[in-house]
């Protein structure tokens, strides 16, 4: 009896587990790779719009920029236009010269 | 003989009666989180240190942006269990959820001047499948209590470190 209460508070831990979801930057090299032209020392702000598009919200007078990001197994993708984001947003900081300074992809909707 | 099937017949009656009951009402004990922000990320936010592109970077679009940007709102939701009504199918729905909100000021420059976590009453939500579809609104949104204990605090002066 005790083994299998010890069992079922595992697996019900687990099923927990499984149903919470936190906010934050994703740390997952696999889930960056797809962005790894971000990691280049100076990006310029026309590059990441040649390949991202433009952002679907903007921040202290477009200085920081947010763009929705779609997944679908391993693949990304960016979201074109305004709205709520789904479970992913890259969120990238630019320099007063129009150069990339930080940036991050933020998932909603990590498993704790 | 006869005597003892009648006297027998309310019992019976009532345990099909509990038995049927049991079986229609499935519970579903488990809650959690969905979106939260942690402690661990609220720690983070220093105010009078942190900026607002620093928020952004660690919490992303805010889930409501004050004017000017003066403050962001992020929610999340907890639920704590419910129970689905089945006969057979699935018909009705009960849920325990509450709402919560990290709200974070920001000075003119864009420091953070405030941040506090805001926590709502557990309340619950049900729906039918006679329901509207879409009727019931988020325990966010249908917290006005909460709301109201938010704007209060949006409403305080800064502090004066600003």
């Keep these: 009896m005790p083994r299998a209460a010890s069992v079922l508070a595992a697996l019900m831990s687990s099923m927990l587990a499984a149903c919470s979801t936190t906010v934050g930057p994703v740390s997952d090299p696999k889930e960056l790779q797809w962005l790894e032209f971000l990691q280049a020392s100076t990006v310029s702000r026309q590059e990441i719009e040649r390949r991202m598009g433009l952002p679907g919200a903007a921040y202290e007078n477009g200085r920081v920029v947010t763009y929705c990001v779609g997944r679908l197994g391993d693949q990304f993708w960016v979201i074109p236009g305004v709205g709520k984001c789904g479970d992913y947003t890259l969120v990238v900081v630019y320099r007063m010269d129009d150069t990339l300074d930080r940036w991050s992809l933020v998932s909603r909707a990590r498993s704790q | ?162």
């Design chain 2, 1 to 162: 003989m006869r005597r003892g099937a009648v006297s027998v017949a309310p019992l019976v009656a009532l345990t099909m009666l509990v038995l049927i009951l049991s079986a229609c009402v499935i519970p579903v004990p488990l809650g959690g989180k969905f979106e939260e922000v942690s402690e661990k990320s609220v720690g983070l936010i220093k105010p009078g240190v942190s900026t607002r592109a620093d928020v952004l970077l660690l919490l992303g679009n805010p889930t409501v942006r004050g004017e000017t940007d003066g403050y962001f709102l992020y929610s999340w939701h907890q639920t704590h269990g419910g129970a689905i009504l089945a006969f057979p199918y699935p018909i009705a729905v009960g849920t325990a959820e509450s709402c919560h909100w990290l709200a974070i000021r920001f000075t003119l420059n864009g420091i953070v001047a405030a941040a506090t976590v805001f926590h709502g009453e557990i309340r619950t939500e049900g729906e039918t499948i006679f329901s509207e579809r879409g009727a019931s609104a988020s325990v966010c949104a249908t917290d006005s209590a909460l709301t109201k204990r938010i704007e209060e605090w949006l409403a305080e002066p800064l502090p004066v470190s600003e």
